[in-house]
T-cell receptor, first 117, second 109 residues
Framework: GAGVSQSPSNKVTEKGKDVELRCDPI?????LYWYRQSLGQGLEFLIY????????KSGLPSDRFSAERTGGSVSTLTIQRTQQEDSAVYLC???????????????FGPGTRLLVL | GEDVEQSLFLSVREGDSSVINCTYT??????LYWYKQEPGAGLQLLTY?????DMKQDQRLTVLLNKKDKHLSLRIADTQTGDSAIYFC?????????FGSGTKLNVKP
């Protein structure tokens, strides 16, 4: 596809369960970002992958959150032992990853809506 | 980190111009963006401006940047009901994007 895709589009889970959210970036994009948008809030940066470099995890809110990016393409965000405050829309974005110019613009997926009961 | 702030709500009548304002704190931000989020959808890039520019126009959209005051605005001419959405301002600083909390634009017929 031409854009960033995410799955599932909606996820309802029970408190304490683990969830995995998937992101397929635009082909060829080396940079991948995860954000969280809670109800009525702005976007909160979670984690950033750039090529083969170690990811920037500075935005992860707790050690229950982790993310992987396999083969420099697909990424999975895992939330362990989910809590009700984890309920939010989780957005993935990708960019070309080269420095300067329009190429660094991020392109967002439609998001995964997570509801923790 | 960067602090990006926007007003939360704006209401205009169809056909009027809308002006959405944004302030940021880090003068080293290189690019400033406007994104649109319609209900139930992801973010859509509307336009961006490089920090050495003070104005950019793209059809009905005009972006003004006052780098001295670290103030960014988005003007939508002839606002339509389809423009109703949340508009996010974002600042690009190194490899991170910092977003405002979004301005909800309501266009009344």
């Amino acid at each position: 596809g031409a854009g960033v895709s995410q799955s599932p589009s909606n996820k309802v889970t029970e408190k304490g369960k683990d969830v995995e959210l998937r992101c397929d970036p635009i082909s060829g994009h080396t940079a991948l970002y995860w954000y969280r948008q809670s109800l009525g809030q702005g976007l909160e940066f979670l984690i950033y992958f750039q090529g083969n470099s170690a990811p920037d995890k500075s935005g992860l809110p707790s050690d229950r959150f982790s993310a992987e990016r396999t083969g420099g393409s697909v990424s999975t965000l895992t939330i362990q032992r989910t809590q009700q405050e984890d309920s939010a829309v989780y957005l993935c974005a990708s960019s070309a990853g080269t420095s300067g110019g329009f190429q660094e613009t991020q392109y967002f997926g439609p998001g995964t809506r997570l509801l923790v009961l | 980190g960067e602090d990006v702030e926007q007003s939360l709500f704006l209401s205009v009548r169809e056909g009027d111009s809308s002006v959405i304002n944004c302030t940021y704190t880090d003068s080293s931000s290189t690019y400033l963006y406007w994104y649109k989020q319609e209900p139930g959808a992801g973010l859509q890039l509307l336009t961006y401006i490089f920090s050495n520019m003070d104005m950019k126009q793209d059809q009905r959209l005009t972006v003004l940047l006052n780098k001295k005051d670290k103030h960014l605005s988005l003007r939508i001419a002839d606002t339509q009901t389809g423009d109703s959405a949340i508009y996010f301002c974002a600042a690009h600083n190194f490899n991170k994007f910092y977003f405002g909390s979004g301005t909800k634009l309501n266009v009344k017929p």
